[in-house]
Structures are given as C-alpha cells and as structure tokens.
C-alpha cells in the first residue's frame, strides 16, 4: 500500500516539473533563440539613431533593423551583462553590419564612432556645456536664450540649469534646435534619478544637488560617500566647508590645484572659504554616483580629507593629522605628483 502511494505522489511531482519546466522555456527562451554573428563577415558602417530613454530591447531592435546585430535578443542578453551599456549616448552613431552583440555595444559606447559629438563631463559647468555646443555647431545665442527659457524639474526651486544638464555623451541630428538639445539634458537627468528620494536629513532638493556637485568635485568614486560625510559633520558644527572647487567655480578654471591667499578671500557667495554653509547652487553636473552618495554619506567622525597622491585621499577628525597629511600634499605636488 505504501509503495502505492509513494508511486503516484511520485508521478504528480514528475508531472508538476515536467509542466513547471515547459513553463520556464515559455518564459525564458534558451540559447537557441538568440542567434548571434561571429563577426567574420561584417559589413558596411551604417548610422544609427538612439532616442532618449530608449531600453535595452528598444535598442536591440534598432540595430537588428538595420542589420547590425542578428537578432534583438542577443543584443538585449549582451546588454544585461554589461553595466556600461547603460552609458550609451543618445544620439547617432556609425556602426559596422553583422557584429557580435557584445561589439555592437562597444562601438556605441566609442566616442569616436558618435555624429556631432557633444560631451558633457563628469562635474561640467554649464558655461563649459555651452562651449561643447557652440564647437558642435548651435548658436551660442541660441543656446543662451534656452537656457533662459528652460527651467529644472518641478520638485527643485533653482533657477537656474547649473546641475541638471546631466553628464553624458549626446548627439544630435543636424536640424536640431539649441532648446530640444538642452531639453535632452534635463530629460537625461530626471531618468537618472527618477527613483531619487530627494530628502535626506532635513535637507530638501535643491541643497541635496548642491551637496552633491560638491562631492563630485571634490571626490574620486571610491570615496564619494566619505566626502559626503565630511560635508554633514563640517554643516552640522557650523564649520566652513573651505573646498576649493567653490573656488575654481569662481573663477571658471579647472586643474590648478594650488590656491593663493588672495584666491580664498574673492567676495562672492560661493566662496566656501569666506561664507559659512553651503553656495547658494550647484556648482556643475554631478553625477548619479554623487547624487546617491549624498543621500547615503558613510558613517564617520571625519572633518577633513587630503588628496596627497592622484587617486588617494585621506580622511580625519584630527587638525593635527591635517595639517599632517597637507604637508605630505605638498611634498608631493613639489615632486611632480599631480603633473
């Protein structure tokens, strides 16, 4: 009696994952669905177009289309597994016929193989935004004028676009106008953080995008959220944040790392040095990295940070051990370091 019993519980179980695999393959097509070119027989460069916000599947099936990749599918599993593709620029590109799915999107992401090439950088400025956009051929009047009629998004209170023109590479088609360019931005920008709780604290939007080009300039990626930290326990004291990028903002430059005296006394609202909390906007892009590392600052007692070499930084609660790592800053930048 038991061994029937045990027969037909084991036949249902068979039965069950028979049905449960058929159902996996409905759901998850294999290997075989997913046909790929090798890449031995690639043909002619054609020119794409990606738009804003498209997806993974969306651009698969352009490039399909146009007969770059086999099969949508595989350019789609392609992307998945590789994090960069989220990068790829909206815009025209130049790409080669039948490649592999894991080649069509390094061709997208070379910046050399993009049509009217704008870049916005890591940190950019929007007078540095104007420049990329003016050298690929808009009207800096143009381009003035937009940006006085465009506004940040509706949960933001500035004025101004200083810190919404997301860092990205863009392309636009010849025909395109100076405010859909710039539009482009800002729509890349509310992509980005369309699932950013902007509060953190007791700070709202606006001092978040602040905090957070802050950290941008000031940080390299493996320490965003140690900078972030420095800039809440030095705001919650009522110290001075004293960050010469607030300076180079100032005065529009970029590289010079050393500052006079005189440098850190210029009158002006965004001199971190002269004026206690924090400038009265952003002071370029930031990035989705320092937007997140400003909502999530790791724990620390720290008040000041050195970069003493290109790529290490160093972090303190003590002016001592500042003053330490400053003298070994300058050492270095005597040497040649940071050259």
């Known amino acids: 009696m038991n061994k029937v019993v045990n027969l037909r519980i084991l036949t249902l179980a068979g039965i069950f994952i028979l049905l449960l695999t ?115 051929g808009f009207k800096e009047r143009d381009v003035t004028q937009a940006l006085a009629e465009l506004s940040p998004p509706a949960d933001f209170k500035l004025k101004s676009l200083e810190g919404f023109l997301y860092p990205a590479f863009y392309s636009f088609p010849k025909d395109t106008n100076a405010i859909d360019a710039i539009g482009a931005m800002v729509t890349r920008f509310k992509e980005s953080t369309s699932d950013v709780e902007w509060r953190y604290e007791g700070f709202g939007p606006d001092e978040l995008l602040i905090i957070a080009s802050l950290i941008e300039l000031e940080g390299t990626p493996e320490v965003l959220n140690k900078v972030a930290r420095v800039i809440y326990n030095r705001l919650s004291r009522g110290m001075k944040l004293q960050f010469d990028s607030t300076i180079h903002f100032i005065k529009n430059e970029r590289g010079n790392i050393a500052l ?34 400003a909502l999530t600052p790791e724990k620390g007692d720290w008040l000041y940070f050195v970069t003493v070499l290109p790529g290490v930084t160093r972090f303190t609660s003590s002016y001592d051990e500042f003053l330490k790592f400053k003298a070994e800053y300058k050492r270095n930048y005597r040497n040649g370091a940071f050259e």
């Open 260 to 293: 006079s005296i005189a440098e850190t006394k210029i009158d002006s609202k965004y001199n971190t040095y002269l004026y206690q909390g924090l400038p009265p906007g952003p002071i370029g892009s930031p990035t989705r990295a320092a937007i997140l590392a």
């Open 22 to 136: 058929l159902g996996l393959r409905e759901i998850a097509p294999g290997p075989r669905s997913a046909p790929d070119y090798d890449g031995m027989s690639r043909g002619p460069e054609v020119v794409v177009h990606i738009e804003t916000g498209m997806s993974g599947s969306e651009v698969g099936e352009i490039l399909e289309e146009n007969g770059i990749v086999k099969s949508s599918l595989a350019y789609f599993r392609a992307a998945v597994t590789n994090p960069d593709s989220q990068r790829i620029a909206p815009g025209e590109h130049r790409i080669e016929q039948r490649i592999p799915a894991s080649e069509a999107i390094e061709q997208l992401l070379d910046a050399e193989r993009i049509v009217n090439l704008v870049r916005v950088r890591d940190g950019a400025r929007v007078i540095e935004i104007v420049k990329e956009l003016v050298g690929a």
